[in-house]
């Protein structure tokens, strides 16, 4: 018993160690009554944009908009009114583009952002809507 005790600890230790020196990063889950939101942004004209931020406890605040001319224009009303929600209930977390049009980019736009750095995490999220804009401004 005292052998299968000390294995035990040791292996947890070893995975906490592991853990804590791995590269992975963290993507909130995305909450519960966020998705209810999710449905009804999903039912938006194009050129639509969804904002999200998450704080560690849970807490969120989230930004939307749609049917604008431009997706950069959808992008800066989502990040101003997801920016105005965080300040009025007190979100500390970054906001992160969740969708752009009917595409989800929420874990790719987290990765990407913390890979160039957080100073860059803006002009990362910038890029990504700039690509999603460039084959709606082509079909036109």
Not at 26 to 44: F, G, H, I, M, S
Not at 82 to 99: M, S, T
């Amino acid at each position: 018993m005292k052998v299968f005790v000390k294995f035990l600890a040791v292996s947890v230790g070893l995975s906490v160690i592991a853990g804590c020196t791995s590269n992975s990063i963290y993507v909130p889950r995305v909450p519960t009554k966020v998705q209810a939101q999710l449905l009804d942004y999903a039912e938006q004209p194009d050129n639509k944009v969804f904002v999200l931020a998450v704080d560690p406890s849970g807490d969120y605040a989230y930004g939307v908009d749609s049917g604008k001319a431009t997706l950069k224009e959808a992008a800066k009303a989502a990040v101003e009114m997801c920016d105005a929600n965080r300040k009025a209930q007190g979100i500390f977390a970054q906001p992160y583009i969740y969708a752009v049009n009917d595409k989800v980019v929420y874990e790719e736009m987290i990765r990407k952002a913390q890979a160039e750095g957080v100073e860059d995490e803006k002009a990362v999220q910038q890029k990504e809507v700039m690509k999603e804009e460039s084959p709606v401004a082509e079909a036109e």
